[in-house]
């Protein structure tokens, strides 16, 4: 179940962000989504009731346990760090319009 409900959610968003609100590195990863006014689905996993099913589910299909676990365009883009080196390569923002996620790339 947990791992259709994640692959669902990758599928029908432009951008997905497995997260626990406690976490310093995804509070940054949301905060940069936030300043570039990106249109994303938050799953916060440690308030969803099966959020631990989820969290092993993205441990399988991606290889990564740890949390942020970022998607864009339906593609596995990785945690914090892999995010803000798209940002520092320029990479993230075409990213981010290709998948329809920031205001006015629709």
Not at 28 to 56: P, R
Request: glycine share 6%.
């Amino acid at each position: 179940m947990a791992m259709a409900k994640a692959q669902d959610l990758v599928s029908s968003n432009a951008v997905v962000v497995f997260s626990k609100t406690y976490c310093p590195y995804c509070t940054s990863v949301k905060k940069l989504f936030n300043d570039l006014g990106v249109t994303y689905k938050l799953v916060e996993m440690d308030v969803e009731s099966d959020g631990s099913e989820i969290q092993a589910a993205l441990a399988e299909w991606t290889k990564q346990r740890t949390v942020p676990n970022v998607f864009i365009g339906g593609k596995h883009i990785g945690g914090c760090d892999d995010v803000f080196a798209l940002r520092k390569s320029e990479k993230l923002v075409p990213l981010l319009t290709e998948a329809k996620a920031l205001p006015g790339s629709s």
